[in-house]
């Protein structure tokens, strides 16, 4: 499974750099002065009121989200090539200014990405959004998703927990509970019984759905399923 998505990932990124070559060639960047005064007006709009006002009204009935999230979900829809894609079908048609509005379409979506692009950690520090959890590090297990019923669960240690100090042996975790790799210091390491849990340690364990309400009041963790 880990192989396959790897090798269709991979397709993925081909076919688009292939898609957006071709939609490069597409263009003449003197063809896009005429466009620069109406095209930055109206991706001012879309940037600031079009989409702003779309996303509050399809997320109105949304009750677990407040007017910050919906202002970044609104600011992050950067235009991609989806538009680009559909432009091309007036010229396909032989439509009259099917040019123009190509080029039009082209630069509002360079626009959208330049502008809010580089800006997004900024607004999601402005509306007090952005995530103050550590960066999580990527572990050299290839399974992706689980074996069967089991599946990795990511557990973090705290400075003070219970747990720390005492060997793996001694956790007195269920038998179909293992803790197959611990992250420490930048470090992964292959525990065995006899390792020392210490606080800050970040464990990988390997469960079922059945165990892990037991593993997390062992743990003293909620866990996140961890992805490869």
Not at 52 to 79: Q, T
Not at 101 to 115: R, T, W
Not at 137 to 152: A, N, Q, T
């Amino acid at each position: 499974r880990g192989s396959l998505m790897r090798f269709h990932d991979g397709l993925a990124w081909l076919v688009q750099i292939a898609m957006f070559l071709t939609l490069g060639l597409l263009v003449f960047p003197s063809e896009l002065v005429p466009v620069i005064g109406p095209g930055t007006l109206v991706a001012i709009f879309l940037i600031l009121v079009a989409r702003p006002i779309s996303v509050l009204v399809c997320l109105a009935p949304s009750r677990g989200m407040g007017i910050r999230e919906k202002l970044l979900i609104a600011w992050v829809g950067l235009r991609g090539a989806v538009p680009i894609i559909l432009a091309t079908f007036p010229l396909v048609a032989g439509i009259e200014k099917a040019h123009t509005m190509f080029n039009m379409v082209f630069f509002i979506v360079v626009s959208s990405v330049v502008l809010q692009g580089p800006l997004i950690s900024f607004f999601a520090r402005f509306l007090g959004l952005q995530s103050t959890d550590p960066e999580r590090p990527h572990y050299p297990i290839g399974m992706v998703g689980g074996i069967g019923d089991k599946s990795l669960v990511e557990f973090d240690v705290k400075q003070g927990s219970p747990i720390a100090g005492r060997r793996v042996l001694n956790l007195g975790l269920p038998a179909s509970g293992l803790i197959v790799l611990l992250h420490r210091d930048g470090h992964f390491l292959v525990p065995s019984g006899g390792t020392v849990i210490e606080g800050g340690d970040r464990l990988l364990v390997l469960t079922n759905q059945e165990s892990l309400p037991e593993i997390r009041s062992i743990l003293g963790s909620h866990g996140r399923p961890q992805r490869a």
